[in-house]
T-cell receptor, first 111, second 110 residues
């Protein structure tokens, strides 16, 4: 069973809109929660990450919201652009080598 | 900067054949991992290593072997390929907690 559950599977947003992707985890030992962005034919690349000692982290148009008690975290993309169209993965890890990923969300931003 | 280099980029194998997927990194990272990516499944951890001489199993290790004789290299071996191993394979190395991924190897087993 997957240790990190991600939704939705796919998402279509209009240009300028807000994209929201959600993830939930079970293992309370996880202490690092990154989001990765993947374009077709490429490997995933780190977008933004958070530790459980903070509830929110913002980098430009990208924000992670973290709810430790609910064991949930989400990615918000403000002012979504067509160039943001990609597959997004949430992940969780305890140590550097053992990272568990969600199933991915394919985001399409329509112009 | 080469980063994480995977070879080959594409490979077709017959059932029962063996092969090694190569992964090399030039960032002096201690941590390296292998993942497979299948539609609707995300990335699943196969094996990982926290340093030269040390390896451990991930979520889906069956059918795969790894070794880590140097910091730079982390090859993945398929001993007897099966159609269920058709997938895209990614190698990653990590500094602190940020993982850097290679471009992937698309493997088809017929």
């Amino acid at each position: 069973q997957q240790q990190v559950k991600q939704s939705p599977q796919s998402l279509i947003v209009q240009k300028g809109g807000i994209s929201i992707i959600n993830c939930a985890y079970e293992n309370t030992a996880f202490d690092y929660f990154p989001w990765y962005q993947q374009f077709p034919g490429k490997g995933p690349a780190l977008l933004i990450a958070i530790r459980p000692d903070v509830s929110e982290k913002k980098e430009g148009r990208f924000t992670i919201s973290f709810n430790k008690s609910a064991k949930q975290f989400s990615l918000h993309i403000m002012d979504s652009q067509p160039g943001d169209s990609a597959t997004y993965f949430c992940a969780a890890s305890i140590d550097q080598g053992d990272m568990r990923f969600g199933a991915g969300t394919r985001l399409t931003v329509k112009p | 900067n080469a980063g994480v280099t995977q070879t080959p980029k594409f490979q077709v194998l017959k059932t029962g054949q063996s092969m090694t997927l190569q992964c090399a990194q030039d960032m002096n990272h201690e941590y390296m991992s292998w993942y497979r990516q299948d539609p609707g499944m995300g990335l699943r951890l196969i094996h990982y290593s926290v340093g030269a001489g040390i390896t451990d199993q991930g979520e889906v290790p069956n059918g795969y072997n790894v070794s880590r004789s140097t910091t730079e290299d982390f090859p993945l071996r398929l001993l007897s390929a099966a159609p269920s191993q058709t997938s895209v394979y990614f190698c990653a190395s990590a500094r602190d907690t940020e993982a850097f991924f290679g471009q992937g190897t698309r493997l088809t087993v017929v």
